[in-house]
């Protein structure tokens, strides 16, 4: 049973990697290692992973190589999620969400920033906020309507080199004032035209986002190409007809 297993694992590995889009071969040797060492491990360190100091040297210069980009990496992945997508019928529900990753570290500036969280009080009574270190991930995920998933369509990667809360912000500048294009939730439009380009059918798309996605420059332009969106507003929008409004989620 594991050989079988091993096999699918080998299998699947190989197709993701032959289409990945690194400028060298000794690159994509590298990440073909990388993958079976982490995947035997997972959970564990790089160090664990790798098995001796000069595996796990080499992969730190892997991902320390400037030519080695999240593009690069999951080129091969995408091209693997076009196939089952192209040969599956009706609507694909497209699913963007965020995730964080939150590691401990004596000097988490060389990370980045999530968020701040309420840890309780101190001794002395006063509130004690902590910032946490790691990065994010947004990704849209592409599934049938029965379920089965097929693959990511689109995925950023990012940290922040501090956290301020969108109330925070508030005080200084208007939101609304603000481009787009310079905002965190420009990842939804972005995320949202590559996993259009990938499936090449806009019309089979159906667009799904929590209250996060609730962004007017998100869905305006989807309405206008009557394509589908299913969001959970975060505040009230009037809909096509007057009569009609939605309400944000309680």
């Not at 032959?18 to 079976?36: E, Y």
């Not at 694909?92 to 500036?109: C, H, K, M, S, V």
């Not at 986002?209 to 975060?234: C, H, K, T």
Request: glycine share 8%; charged share 25%.
């Amino acid at each position: 049973m594991r050989d079988k297993t091993s096999s699918g694992e080998a299998a699947w590995q190989e197709e993701e990697l032959s289409t990945a889009a690194l400028p060298d071969k000794r690159l994509a040797r590298r990440l073909r290692r990388l993958l079976d060492q982490m995947s035997a491990a997972p959970g564990k360190p790089i160090p664990a992973a790798c098995g001796d100091r000069a595996a796990a040297k080499a992969a730190y210069r892997f991902f320390d190589n400037p030519r080695v980009t999240e593009h690069g990496v999951l080129a091969g992945h995408f091209a693997a999620t076009a196939a089952p997508v192209a040969a599956s019928e009706g609507p694909i529900l497209i699913l963007q969400d965020r995730t964080e990753f939150i590691y401990g570290r004596a000097q988490p500036g060389k990370i980045g920033f999530t968020k701040t969280i309420n840890a309780g009080r101190c001794k002395a009574g006063q509130p004690n906020v902590l910032t946490l270190c790691g990065m994010l991930m947004h990704s849209s995920l592409a599934v049938t309507l029965t379920g089965t998933p097929l693959g990511l369509t689109a995925v950023k990667f990012w940290t922040r080199t501090k956290f301020k809360g969108t109330l925070a912000l508030e005080w200084h500048i208007n939101p609304t004032h603000v481009p787009i294009q310079t905002k965190e939730s420009y990842r939804w439009q972005e995320n949202l035209r590559q996993s259009i380009a990938l499936v090449g059918a806009p019309e089979r798309c159906v667009h799904v986002g929590d209250r996060e996605s609730d962004i007017y420059e998100l869905a305006s332009p989807q309405v206008r190409q009557r394509r589908d969106v299913q969001d959970r507003v975060g505040q009230h929008r009037q809909v096509a007809r007057p009569a009609c409004s939605s309400a944000p989620a309680q």
